[in-house]
């Protein structure tokens, strides 16, 4: 295995990755990321259990895809390998599903190498979602991922790192253009409706200061995602009442919106 590059450009600055494995009890953080993952907890003190619940929505969707017979994953803003991995959740269905794991975070991806060792049908890869040729033409989505066939492009609590509406909805674009007919695309997005509005600002301006920044978004701006894909049953929802396993196990709304759409 080559050897890993654990230098963080950014090391005084918190990241999208590390807070999010702090809040999932992961180990793969720093102190300014601890720091900035705690801020946010001081302001929406529901946000591990939220975390867990989009991590958990991520789980069953991708057990719902392997179960259609996907058996490729392009995961986007995939983060630090935790429990419930795509490609362990793909791989209880079928052993030989291929999964790309896409992460703009160079220590996240580091990680997962460490973590994930050498799986001859799973790869992590540095990119910008923000840049989708890019991630397209990588060697490694050439590799594993067969475009002519049905694929699924998982976007798991990313886009909210991607204030820009023109940006977002050209990067989906791209995305979606690239992917033939019965391919699947999986969106959680952080939307606060509901909460006062004083929360989006503040965990925004606690973001601000990290290496991606965050924008919450409506129902209705979260839709617009799915373009002309159909978004299948119940439709796109909060991500606690995605087809529950157990209606009981997730008793509070978790303030991610999840969905399926299928093209
Ligand atoms: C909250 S984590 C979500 C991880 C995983 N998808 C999940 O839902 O459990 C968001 C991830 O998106 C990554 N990210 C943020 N902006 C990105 C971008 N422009 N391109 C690729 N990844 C990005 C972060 O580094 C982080 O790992």
Redesign the pocket.
């Known amino acids: 295995m080559t050897e890993l590059d654990m230098t963080d450009p950014y090391p005084n600055q918190p990241?999208?990755?590390r807070?999010?494995d702090y809040w999932?009890g992961g180990t793969h953080n720093f102190e300014v990321d601890r720091q900035a993952a705690e801020q946010v907890i001081s302001v929406y003190p529901e946000m591990r259990y939220s975390?867990q619940a989009?991590?958990a929505f991520?789980g069953r969707a991708v057990t719902f895809l392997a179960q259609q017979g996907i058996d490729q994953f392009l995961?986007?803003?995939?983060?630090?390998p935790?429990e419930g991995n795509v490609h362990e959740i793909a791989h209880q269905i079928n052993p030989r599903s291929r999964v790309v794991y896409?992460?703009?975070?160079p220590i996240?991806v580091a990680y997962s190498q460490r973590i994930l060792g050498e799986l001859p049908h799973v790869v992590p890869v540095v990119?910008?979602?923000?840049d989708p040729d890019t991630i397209l033409e990588h060697s490694q989505t050439r590799r594993l991922i067969d475009f002519n066939k049905p694929v699924a492009l998982?976007?798991?609590?990313?886009l909210h790192?991607?204030p820009n509406d023109t940006q977002l909805h050209r990067i989906l674009g791209v995305f979606r253009e690239k992917m033939i007919a019965g391919s699947y695309l999986v969106l959680?997005h952080a939307s606060l409706d509901g909460l006062p509005p004083e929360i989006g600002a503040r965990v925004s301006a606690i973001y601000a200061k990290a290496?991606?920044q965050f924008k919450a978004r409506t129902h209705s701006d979260v839709l617009q995602c799915f373009g002309d894909f159909d978004v299948i049953d119940p439709g796109l929802v909060d991500a606690v009442d995605w087809r529950p396993n157990d209606p009981n196990e997730w008793p509070n709304k978790s303030y991610y919106l999840g969905g399926v759409g299928r093209k």
């Open positions: 990241s999208s990755a807070i999010y999932l975390a989009n991590r991520l995961d986007i803003g995939s983060g630090i935790t896409v992460d703009i975070d996240a990119a910008d979602a923000r998982l976007i798991v609590a990313m790192f991607v959680s290496t991606e």
